[in-house]
């Protein structure tokens, strides 16, 4: 088992430019995670999927856009990158039973610099 | 607004030492879970904690959950290089758990 897998593990835009992070599990879990991690910010929430299908924000989606393309993957789109988007961005997944503690599963993070 | 609160930010400490670190909110938790991150790599969880005044321990890491499941803490004993990192507390809610992480504390073992 690979666990989570992000692609690419670096990137450098410049201002204006879009790409798309991947990110990919095979623990067959249902629910996916986006987070991004700032010097002293601790991990913040851009999006989650509960289930495939679904979507939904969480507490920093401005700029950003999701596709929860199967049960597998997650991507996260930036249309137009900004200078605020540098940061390193967390893949995660859940198998959720409806219990609290639930392990997350986290990928080895994307650093995205945007000049 | 932080909902957990994590303390100390920083920790620098030489091999063999102990320390502390806490993890505080005005919230009721239905679990807490403690992650630490190495650098370049993302977190990796160390424990879940779900029953108030509940202590766990982990070879030489103790956790405990406070009596109203508010706050929690980690206790090293005689720490080594191999324990230095980015430690996160993470609270969960309800059933659907969306976690609120804490900032981290950073902790650096000199050998």
């Known amino acids: 088992n690979a666990g989570v897998t992000q692609t690419p593990k670096f990137q450098v835009l410049k201002t204006g430019q879009s790409m798309t992070l991947q990110c990919a599990q095979d623990m067959n879990h249902n629910s996916m995670y986006w987070y991004r991690q700032d010097p002293g910010m601790g991990l913040r929430l851009i999006y989650y999927?509960?289930?495939?299908?679904?979507?939904d924000k969480g507490e920093v989606p401005n700029g950003y856009n999701v596709s929860r393309l199967n049960k597998r993957e997650f991507s996260l789109r930036l249309e137009s990158a900004a200078p605020s988007q540098t940061s390193v961005y967390f893949c995660?997944?859940?198998?959720?039973?409806?219990?609290?503690?639930?392990?997350?599963?986290f990928g080895p993070g994307t650093r995205l610099t945007v000049l | 607004t932080q909902l957990l609160e994590q303390s100390p930010q920083f920790l620098s400490i030489q091999e063999g030492e102990n320390l502390t670190v806490y993890c505080n909110s005005s919230s009721v938790f239905s679990s807490l879970q403690w992650y630490r991150q190495e650098p370049g790599e993302g977190p990796v969880l160390l424990v879940t904690?779900?029953?108030?005044?509940e202590v766990k321990k982990l070879k030489r890491l103790t956790f405990q959950f406070g009596d109203a499941r508010k706050d929690s803490s980690l206790h090293i004993t005689a720490a080594q290089p191999g324990d230095t990192g980015l430690y996160l507390c993470?609270?969960?809610?309800?059933?659907?758990?969306?976690?609120?992480f804490g900032r981290g504390t950073s902790l650096i073992v000199h050998p």
């Open positions: 999927s509960a289930s495939e299908g679904t979507t």
């Open positions: 995660a997944s859940r198998r959720v039973t409806g219990i609290t503690t639930d392990t997350q599963y």
């Open positions: 993470a609270g969960g809610r309800g059933g659907s758990y969306i976690p609120t």
């Open positions: 904690v779900v029953t108030g005044g």
